[in-house]
């Protein structure tokens, strides 16, 4: 027979959703399996957006935005395409916000690649510039704690929706092409 689930406060649900935009039904359930423990509940969190991105992986993405990054001085910018499954995801503010802050994060962080495997053949990346060198593996400017693809994958959990970033250019006054 199975225990009764444990009684969460609210107001622990409320922080663990403002923290993670998850919804409140997992957060709530998130913090029933890690006993009201707040970071055992973000590591379940992050372990259930890596299952629905895993199930979501193979979705067509024919939906999406083209959004662009220009600094302030007007010297340097990035555009992004990143695609979901739907437009009704694709309006939402929260993609709207993902995308753009992976715009400013090419602007910033100058990546060659978005993900390892998209690395031409012939091309060799080092071990240790492999954190810079892909996009999904940059720690994310706003919060070192977190990779864009630790970013990507709450994307994921949050709209329940396989989304995929599938290109950008880094453009930059002066720089080479």
């Known amino acids: 027979m199975q225990s009764p689930a444990m ?3 609210v107001n622990a649900i409320k922080a663990l959703r403002d923290k993670t935009s998850s919804s409140l039904g997992d957060c709530r359930k998130a913090l029933e399996e890690a006993g009201g423990d707040e970071s055992k509940a973000l590591a379940w969190l992050r372990e259930r ?3 629905i991105a895993a199930k979501r992986g193979d979705k067509v993405t024919g939906q999406g935005r083209v959004e662009t990054y220009v600094h302030h001085d007007g010297r340097i910018g990035a555009i ?3 695609a979901c499954e739907t437009d009704f995801v694709a309006r939402t503010p929260e993609f709207a916000q993902f995308c753009r802050e992976v715009a400013m994060q090419v602007t910033a962080m100058n990546p060659r690649f978005v993900k390892e495997e998209e690395t031409p053949a012939g091309v060799t990346v080092a071990a240790e510039d492999k954190a810079t060198a892909y996009l999904l ?12 693809g630790d970013l990507l994958k709450s994307l994921i959990a949050k709209t ?18």
């Open 160 to 177: 329940g929706e396989n989304v995929v970033i599938k290109r950008f250019a880094r453009f930059g006054l002066g720089e080479a092409s």
């Open 7 to 9: 009684k969460v406060d």
């Open 80 to 82: 992004v395409e990143i």
């Open 137 to 148: 593996n940059q720690p994310f400017i706003k919060d070192g704690k977190s990779t864009i």
């Open 49 to 51: 957006g890596a299952q």
